[in-house]
């Protein structure tokens, strides 16, 4: 009997390191620019995030070109399980509050299964900057709301895309102009150049006469670094920022202006409780 249980638990362990084996990570960090991809945490992970981005290259040399000025996000992630994370994070832009959850309801295997990962993100934000716009909004007002579908697929060793039609709700609009649904087509593609570097592209398409005419679409170009626990990402796009309500709705930059923000993310995952 013994040797039955033992033989068991053996093909077991197999069965679920080839498990294991067997999924495809489309993307090698749950970012890729500004917005998230189809990467989740395994189970009691812990991410920390940093991520800037500094003023417009266009603001020449007294400003160091763009460099005298940024914003900030710092966050933590966790994964409660395989396919679940969820996150908190704040933002130095308009004093932000961001609360995210993500579900993985399909993950790209390298034979069989399914052919593509699919995910579902949401994001709610609220606003605390006082200024003379703001400082008689209501909590309530002050809230914002974002869904998501990211769909990607590794094409081969070196080409993963990825689609995210996206939802997003302000209660409170401080324009006169814009609507207070929004919704946009994000598109997003990495290429693997190296076993430690690859580029990332991101474009988000906002439906048209959604926006006051000085918002437009959110585009970036990222240049991701790995090395053993880190991961950096080196941004120039026109948002500055960094969470989905600022950088589909409330993009100014033009990018044929030079209107463009260098910045990165740096991030480091952490194993919570014991290692097995």
């Known amino acids: 009997m013994k040797k039955i249980i033992t033989i068991l638990i053996i093909q077991f362990w197999v069965l679920n390191l080839y498990s294991q084996e ?8 749950t970012r890729i620019v500004n917005g998230h991809s189809t990467e989740v945490l395994p189970k009691g992970m812990m991410k920390f995030i940093i991520s800037h981005r500094f003023g417009a290259i266009n603001s020449g040399v007294q400003q160091l070109w763009g460099l005298d000025n940024s ?13 679940i994370n969820v996150g908190f994070g704040r933002s130095s832009l308009q004093k932000h509050y961001d609360f995210y959850l993500k579900y993985r309801f399909l993950q790209q295997k390298k034979e069989g299964g399914s052919p593509v990962s699919l995910v579902y993100y949401t994001n709610a934000a609220v606003r ?8 008689d909004l209501s909590l309530v007002n002050n809230l914002t709301f974002v869904h998501q579908l990211l769909l990607a697929r590794k094409f081969n060793e070196f080409i993963s895309f990825q689609i995210m039609p996206t939802y997003v709700h302000r209660n409170y609009v401080l324009d006169l102009e814009s609507n207070n649904d929004i919704y946009s087509l994000g598109t997003a593609g990495r290429i693997q150049v190296t076993k430690v570097l690859a580029f990332n592209l991101e474009y988000y398409f906002n439906l048209p006469d959604q926006l006051a005419s000085q918002y437009q679409s959110s585009a970036g170009l990222g240049i991701e670094l790995e090395t053993k626990g880190h991961i950096f990402q080196l941004n120039f796009t026109n948002s500055l920022g960094m969470i989905a309500p600022l950088y589909i709705a409330e993009t100014t930059g033009r990018i044929d202006k030079g209107d463009i923000h260098f910045g990165f993310n740096i991030t480091r995952d952490f194993k919570i409780g014991a290692r097995k």
């Open 128 to 135: 605390t900057i006082q200024t003379p716009q703001t400082e």
């Open 71 to 83: 914003t900030i996000r710092i966050g933590l992630d966790y994964a409660f399980t395989d396919n």
């Open 22 to 29: 067997d999924r495809e990570k489309v993307f090698r960090d």
